[in-house]
């Protein structure tokens, strides 16, 4: 997140995946399925879901 210009100071893990990657989104939708609580969607038109936050 801090090479695109928003800084995160937490513990946790932060990953960026281009938002149009969607062979990428559905692999990691796969992956991750047992662990996300909602899957992972594109970036919209706009920008929404640009952020995206997920409990595990």
């Given at each position: ?45 706009s920008g929404e ?7 595990t």
């Open positions: 997140m801090r090479l695109k210009g928003m800084p995160r100071t937490s513990l946790d893990w932060d990953f960026f995946i281009p938002g149009g990657d969607l062979n990428n989104l559905a692999l990691l939708n796969c992956l991750l399925e047992d662990e996300l609580d909602m899957p992972l969607v594109p970036m919209g038109p879901n640009f952020i995206q936050t997920y409990q």
